[in-house]
């Protein structure tokens, strides 16, 4: 029997083997609570961090075959891009690396390379020909701005170290209990109460896509008892955004939230892959039940599936944007049969080049997600948490 309580919460019953639709009270929640946050516009700088000068010390082990010409010629290089290198031979153990330290406000990076036998400079993970000074003279600026793990752009983890990845990983896994339901983004960002160590900043492109939307500019989806990191990933995902981690050149990391791209790669990930199978991840999806539906909304039954389940249903609004799909058009229609509802929303969804997954949030709580068929996920960081914490 699929029946809405007294206290608010929907129950459905099928009658004559057929779901019951929905008045029109869902559109009117959904226009609740839309006006804009009182206290304005989102921040667009983040707080703190270290400022301070950085000193770069270059050092070339010169190989003893032709290295004395060939050290005359990178020693001319340098100077030519007015940077300062020392050369000589190599000691003991010597090897090319990037080592930093700090002494109060001010970073000190060494670099430390070898010059080979056909004349090329190699550290310790890359390698430089005499033609390639240019790109030598960029690397090196990087080092300067970013200090010894040069900049974050196109690195795995967001150019974050294995620590510093398992710190936020781990700040961000708490949980957060309250519905943000119907607030304005900005003002449930603010009540997300993100640790300090990781201040947010909304790039200017995020505030104005958030200006263009004006008062639908709210939380979308009843994401309750999750963590932060999900909560945030699927509220902004609903308006088309999303957030990623940005070391900056000061050495802090700051979570920047901005438009989603087509590669949505460089954004955090709406969940994991499951750590237990998903049956026993969620179990009230793989109880046999009579199902039959007949041109029903297909909104009505993701949010039935979830009371009837227990297993939370999210759909990825800014997929079935950019596939130009409209859930409130979207119908379902499932024969009478004694079935799962996970086989169930299977043969509902495929038909309509949808698909449901199975995620888990940062603190291991499964949940299933609607989002088209061939849409890139998200996967900046690792593909599965098991390379994280």
Same mark, same amino acid.
């Given at each position: 029997? &699929?029946r809405?309580?007294?206290?608010?919460?929907?129950?459905?019953r099928?009658?004559?083997?057929?779901?019951?639709?929905w008045? +029109?009270?869902?559109? &009117?929640?959904?226009l609740?609570g839309m &006006?804009?946050?009182?206290?304005?516009?989102?921040?667009s +700088?983040?707080?703190g961090g270290?400022?301070?000068?950085?000193?770069?010390d270059?050092?070339?082990l010169?190989?003893?075959?032709?290295?004395?010409?060939?050290?005359?010629d990178?020693?001319?290089a340098?100077?030519?891009?007015?940077?300062?290198v020392?050369?000589?031979?190599?000691?003991?153990?010597d090897k090319?690396?990037v080592?930093?330290?700090?002494?109060?406000?001010?970073?000190?990076?060494?670099?430390?390379?070898r010059?080979?036998?056909?004349?090329?400079?190699?550290?310790?993970d890359?390698?430089?020909?005499r033609?390639?000074?240019?790109?030598l003279?960029?690397?090196?600026?990087?080092?300067?701005?970013y200090?010894?793990?040069?900049?974050?752009?196109?690195?795995?983890?967001?150019? &974050?170290?294995?620590?510093?990845?398992?710190a936020?990983?781990?700040?961000?896994a708490?949980v957060?209990?309250?519905?943000?339901?119907?607030?304005?983004?900005?003002?449930?960002?603010?009540?997300?109460?993100i640790?300090?160590?990781y201040?947010l900043r909304?790039?200017?492109?995020?505030i104005?896509?958030?200006?263009?939307?004006?008062?639908?500019?709210?939380?979308?989806? +009843?994401?309750?008892?999750?963590?932060?990191a999900t909560?945030?990933?699927?509220?902004?995902?609903?308006?088309?955004?999303?957030?990623?981690?940005n070391?900056?050149?000061?050495?802090?990391?700051?979570?920047?939230?901005?438009?989603q791209t087509e590669?949505? +790669?460089?954004?955090?990930?709406?969940?994991?892959?499951?750590?237990?199978?998903?049956?026993?991840?969620?179990?009230?999806?793989?109880?046999?039940?009579?199902?039959?539906?007949?041109k029903?909304?297909?909104?009505d039954?993701?949010?039935?599936?979830?009371?009837?389940?227990?297993?939370?249903v999210?759909v990825?609004?800014?997929?079935?944007?950019?596939?130009?799909?409209?859930?409130?058009?979207?119908?379902?229609?499932h024969?009478?049969?004694?079935?799962?509802?996970?086989?169930?929303?299977?043969?509902?969804?495929?038909?309509q080049?949808?698909?449901?997954?199975?995620?888990?949030?940062?603190?291991g709580?499964a949940?299933v997600?609607?989002?088209?068929?061939?849409k890139?996920r998200?996967?900046?960081?690792?593909s599965?948490?098991?390379?994280?914490?």
């Amino acid at each position: 029997m &699929l029946r809405r309580r007294n206290s608010g919460l929907r129950r459905w019953r099928l009658r004559s083997w057929r779901l019951r639709r929905w008045d +029109h009270a869902v559109l &009117l929640l959904c226009l609740a609570g839309m &006006l804009p946050a009182a206290s304005g516009q989102p921040p667009s +700088h983040p707080s703190g961090g270290r400022s301070g000068k950085t000193f770069l010390d270059v050092v070339l082990l010169a190989a003893p075959a032709g290295g004395a010409l060939y050290s005359q010629d990178w020693r001319c290089a340098f100077e030519q891009l007015d940077v300062p290198v020392s050369i000589r031979r190599p000691v003991l153990d010597d090897k090319p690396e990037v080592k930093e330290r700090t002494v109060g406000t001010l970073r000190y990076v060494t670099v430390v390379g070898r010059i080979d036998r056909q004349g090329r400079l190699v550290f310790a993970d890359r390698t430089f020909t005499r033609s390639e000074a240019a790109k030598l003279k960029e690397w090196l600026d990087e080092l300067t701005t970013y200090g010894a793990q040069g900049s974050p752009k196109g690195q795995p983890l967001w150019g &974050l170290s294995k620590l510093q990845f398992e710190a936020l990983y781990l700040a961000l896994a708490e949980v957060h209990s309250a519905d943000l339901y119907g607030q304005p983004l900005s003002r449930a960002v603010e009540a997300l109460e993100i640790p300090p160590q990781y201040p947010l900043r909304w790039s200017s492109a995020a505030i104005e896509a958030v200006q263009k939307l004006g008062d639908q500019a709210t939380v979308r989806q +009843h994401v309750v008892g999750f963590s932060k990191a999900t909560t945030l990933a699927i509220a902004l995902n609903d308006r088309g955004l999303g957030f990623r981690p940005n070391r900056t050149p000061s050495g802090g990391i700051e979570l920047v939230i901005e438009p989603q791209t087509e590669n949505r +790669h460089e954004h955090w990930p709406v969940g994991w892959p499951l750590q237990q199978p998903t049956p026993q991840a969620l179990p009230g999806l793989f109880v046999l039940t009579n199902i039959q539906l007949q041109k029903e909304p297909l909104a009505d039954v993701l949010e039935a599936v979830t009371d009837l389940t227990e297993a939370p249903v999210f759909v990825d609004y800014a997929g079935f944007a950019q596939r130009r799909l409209d859930l409130a058009a979207l119908r379902a229609t499932h024969p009478l049969k004694k079935t799962t509802w996970s086989l169930a929303l299977r043969a509902i969804l495929v038909p309509q080049k949808l698909n449901r997954e199975y995620w888990q949030d940062e603190a291991g709580k499964a949940f299933v997600w609607i989002t088209p068929i061939g849409k890139e996920r998200t996967n900046g960081a690792a593909s599965n948490p098991a390379d994280a914490p």
